[in-house]
């Protein structure tokens, strides 16, 4: 059983609770459901350089704990002071340490689009993203059938979220209708070995469509990585591990937006 088999199963556990916990229409009374989202689409649309999602991120089953002193709130200020152009909240408890109530939180205080970061294999994850401030979900094509990937994206889009939805492989490229997803992340870790090849990045960019935004997602700590990335189209980069791990999160921030500008 690969890592990603093993978080499925605890997935799929974790959504029997929330149906015996919650119905949709719970959902629907919640703060947040009927908060009109911010767009990332706009976002892209407005900024002439690469834009940056930065993660709020604790831990990983790769790394373990990532930053020991961690305080989603003032990493998500942080980030906004910085300029940043949308905010990934990681929500999985058991791997990553993280917490719906992140998302939650961080929604109150959120000057830009922030995305659920989960893995997600049912609407009732979709509609407590929306529930709980999400602007985005991200949907993982390794995890979900092709039907999944339609019925889920559906979902989002009834309840006016935006999808980034992530590859890892050109075998997954057939899930895509490029009709209705319109932000597309490559991840650049394969999921069974958990190694990082920005390659990966550059090998399924050409699958897409030149209409497609085309985020670039793990392993990316240096100049050249983004000077490398460019070259390849990308609209977006999401960055967590090489933030989280600084003492100085805000003046990394402005570094990377220094590598991800086109004006020298």
Not at 152 to 177: M, P, R, W, Y
Request: glycine letters at 4%.
């Amino acid at each position: 059983m690969t890592i990603l088999d093993e978080i499925i199963e605890v997935k799929k556990e974790e959504v029997s609770g929330l149906r015996n916990k919650y119905s949709l229409n719970s959902f629907k009374e919640m703060k947040y459901f009927e908060v009109a989202p911010l767009s990332f689409i706009n976002e892209i649309k407005r900024n002439r350089n690469v834009s940056i999602i930065a993660e709020v991120k604790k831990a990983s089953p790769s790394k373990g704990i990532i930053k020991a002193d961690f305080n989603h709130l003032k990493i998500a200020q942080n980030y906004f002071a910085a300029g940043v152009n949308a905010v990934s909240i990681l929500t999985d408890e058991k791997f990553f340490q993280g917490s719906i109530n992140y998302l939650r939180e961080i929604a109150e205080i959120k000057e830009v689009p922030i995305l659920r970061k989960d893995f997600i294999i049912d609407e009732y994850q979709i509609f407590e993203a929306k529930a709980n401030g999400a602007d985005i979900v991200l949907l993982i094509c390794e995890a979900l059938s092709k039907g999944q990937v339609d019925e889920l994206s559906h979902a989002a889009f009834e309840c006016g979220l935006e999808v980034l939805l992530e590859l890892h492989s050109a075998d997954q490229v057939e899930k895509i209708n490029f009709d209705v997803h319109n932000i597309i992340g490559v991840n650049n870790r394969n999921l069974k070995s958990f190694n990082v090849d920005l390659n990966t990045t550059a090998e399924l960019a050409c699958y897409l469509t030149d209409d497609t935004i085309l985020v670039s997602e793990s392993g990316i700590t240096k100049e050249e990585d983004i000077k490398f990335l460019k070259k390849n189209g990308i609209n977006a980069v999401l960055v967590g591990e090489h933030l989280m791990s600084s003492k100085n999160i805000k003046a990394k921030v402005e570094e990377l937006k220094e590598w991800c500008s086109y004006e020298s």
